[in-house]
Every structure is written in C-alpha cells, then in structure tokens.
C-alpha cells in the first residue's frame, strides 16, 4: 500500500463491513485518576443488557477495536479503554496489573454499570487478555465471561526474570512528517498481515504530532518497568474461552500444551488456523464470529 496524508483515501479500497463498522462512531470519554487519566469509549446500544469490555494489547490502543466492536452481538453495549500509558491515556511512572485493573473498575463505576442488572463481560487481545483474566480471577464475582485472545499463559513457575521478550515498545523517536512516521508503523512480533487497510486505520490512530516533530502515543518505559505476574495462577469462576492463532509466534506447542491441560475444566480453547498473533486484524470476521457464537451461549444461560 502506498501510504499518503489522508486516511480515507489510503483505505478507500476497505472491504464495506469494515467502513460501516468504523461509521459507527463510539461516545468519547475521560476519567480522572490521581495517577493519571484514563481515556475510554462506548457504544451504547439502545436495547443492549449487558456489557462488554474490550481491553488491547501492548503499545496498541482503544481504536484497534473500532472495526470489531459495532458488529459484535447487539444485546452488549460496548466500551474500550486505553491502558494507562498507551493511546490517549496519560502516561505513569510505573506499571503493574494492579493499576489497570483499577483503572477499568474505576471506568465501571464512572458508566455506572454496576447496578445489579447488567452482567460485564471482558474480552482481551494480548496483554489485554491477561489483564482480562487476572480481572476475572481476582473478581470472581463481578464478571460473567472472559475472552483471552493470543494471549500466552504460562505455569506460575515460569521465571519471568530470565524470560526472552519480543519487546514491542521501541524508544520514542520523532519523526520529520506524518508519512514518515506512518510508514514505520510495525505489528510486533513481527508477521504479515494481508490487510493493509486495517494496518492503516490503526496506525493513523497510534501518532501524535508534539513540537518536535510525529512521535507513537505509548509510553516507551511501559514494557520496561511493567511488573508481570510472577507467580500468578489464573482461577476463573465464569465461562472462559480462549482464542489461539494457528500460526502465533507467541503460542509455541510447549504453551498451547500447558493451556489445554491447566484449564481443561474452566477454558474452552479454539484455533483460528490461518491467523498469527494479530488475530483482530487477520480474522477479524471469524474472530467475531467466534466470539458471538459464545456470548449468545453464555447470556443464554441467565
């Protein structure tokens, strides 16, 4: 793809379910935190029952979902936060699964959501995923079903200290022109992703233009001084699926292995063959598809 200034021209040739999606514009809001405010949006829909969290991966943001969220089932109103430190989230001095935890039951309270009626559901990609999981885990009864999206699970065991990372976040640099910038834009780990148009939309939205120049929107310290789960097991009251890419760099047999045996009994598993890590962006439509097809099951169950 030849990348230009203008969004709408660089994606004009988009399939139409993905420019109807991205027409459906969310509800822009803002929390105030003492450590730092957090962005999120919504979409409410008119005769919805329940909630649905969508929670990114590292260095992405809450737009990553845009094309997703307005076809998933339409009993769910739908909210996407930026993770503290990514997106149009201020940036901390630190980061830990605590804190964003906190951040999204804080954007809980703030929708008032938590009114005995409705039941919330958290869907995540990535670390989105494991924030999703250590969520449902730590509040067993606040939500009713969890969705972790390639998101590799690991024994409590696991030395996290020796551990090799991919290490998305680059050092900030600035660039001369927003081409240039939008040009570098890279999915991490590394893959091929066969829709470009997808690549574009969230790239436009991962920049910032600031007095020196284009910079990305994350914080660069996140992945340095994010403090993970060492020792942590995940224990899920509700229903939970689990949603692997065929062909993830990140899911090596060894984990897939793990995963099918330790929650044999709390997780359904399901592979996307021809997807990689990426699964939103490269089966956006089966990954939906999936998804609905549990959500109709588990609301059935009231």
């Known amino acids: 793809m030849e990348i230009t200034n203008s969004l709408e021209t660089d994606i004009k040739n988009a399939p139409e379910w993905f420019h109807s999606a991205i027409s459906q514009l969310p509800r822009k809001e803002n929390l105030y935190h003492p450590l730092g405010n957090v962005a999120y949006q ?3 829909r008119k005769d919805a029952q329940d909630i649905i969290i969508l929670i990114h991966g590292t260095g992405a943001h809450k737009q990553w979902w845009d094309p997703i969220a307005p076809l998933l089932c339409n009993k769910f109103s739908i909210i996407a936060p930026d993770l503290p430190g990514m997106g149009e989230s201020d940036h901390r ?11 999204l039951i804080a954007i809980i309270n703030q929708e008032k959501i938590l009114n005995g009626h409705q039941k919330v559901y958290l869907i995540g990609h990535s670390l989105g ?11 067993p009864d606040l939500f009713h079903g969890v969705v972790m999206i390639d998101s590799p699970i690991r024994p409590p065991t696991y030395d996290y200290d020796n551990h090799q990372s991919t290490g998305p976040l680059r050092r900030i640099k600035h ?4 081409v240039s910038i939008l040009e570098r834009f890279r999915l991490m780990p590394p893959q091929d992703c066969d829709n470009s148009w997808y690549l574009r939309y969230i790239a436009e939205h991962s920049i910032l233009n600031v007095e020196h120049g284009w910079r990305w929107r994350f914080d660069d310290k996140l992945f340095a001084t994010l403090k993970r789960l060492n020792n942590y097991e995940f224990k ?16 090596e047999s060894k984990i897939m292995k793990y995963i099918r045996k330790a ?16 699964i939103p962006l490269d089966s956006p439509l089966e990954l939906i598809s999936c998804i609905n097809n549990y959500l109709e099951v588990w609301q059935a169950k009231k």
């Not at 001095?93 to 951040?103: H, W």
């Open 42 to 44: 919504a979409w409410n």
């Open 93 to 103: 001095n630190a980061y830990n699964f605590g804190d964003f935890s906190d951040a």
């Open 129 to 139: 995923g494991h924030v999703a999981g250590f969520m449902a885990s730590e509040f």
């Open 175 to 178: 660039y001369p022109d927003k």
């Open 236 to 251: 899920f009251k509700c229903p939970a699926l689990f949603v692997a890419g065929g062909k993830s760099l990140l899911l």
């Open 263 to 278: 929650f044999q009994d709390s997780m359904t598993v399901e592979v996307i063959e021809d997807a990689a890590h990426h």
